[in-house]
């Protein structure tokens, strides 16, 4: 380790830090989990970094909650379904119960937003063949929906 690497080391400022992660909550919500990876990145203190999001999270500045209610109004409105919303957001560090207190509070109907989402890709027609009716499953998979969500648009029961 360089001399210099050790002064920034021991140079480290807890009002540097939560300056840090009220600047990047100030462009959007960050779970925890987001926050602490961005950190990580600029101040080597893990216990710092840790003292510093307990606080934010105390005094409310910080949410896992507000996060992914934020996050699952802002992946329906993209048209994506329950699995990948649910897979993105365990990815982002959002525990089970708080993604479903999320999905609870917000109440989407999954079947209409599937619709939407399909009907917005490839319209009213029909699928012509088979090779279509499986491009359109595998695009609605992608966007996180299950069979039942949309296999009545398929032309199936």
């Known amino acids: 380790m360089s001399e210099l690497e050790f002064d ?17 909550l100030a462009r959007r919500e960050h779970s925890r989990g987001e926050l602490k990876q961005k950190l990580k990145k600029r101040f080597a203190d893990d216990a710092l970094i840790d003292e510093q999001l307990d606080r934010l999270s105390e005094e409310n500045l910080q949410s896992d909650q507000r996060f992914a209610e934020s996050f699952l109004r802002q992946r329906i409105s993209r048209g994506h379904g329950p699995l990948r919303i ?13 993604i479903s207190a999320a999905i609870d509070a917000e109440r989407p109907d999954w079947f209409v937003l599937a619709e939407q989402t399909y009907h917005r890709k490839f319209g009213l027609h029909p699928p012509a063949d088979i090779r279509e009716k499986a491009r359109r499953n595998r695009f609605m998979q ?12 398929l032309g199936e029961s």
Do not use: C, K
Not at 8 to 24: E, F, G
């Open 8 to 24: 920034q080391l021991t140079a480290i400022n807890p009002a540097d830090i939560r300056i840090s992660a009220m600047n990047l």
């Open 86 to 98: 649910r897979q993105e957001m365990r990815q982002r560090g959002i525990s089970d119960a708080e």
């Open 142 to 153: 992608y966007r996180g929906y299950t069979l039942d969500h949309y296999q009545h648009l």
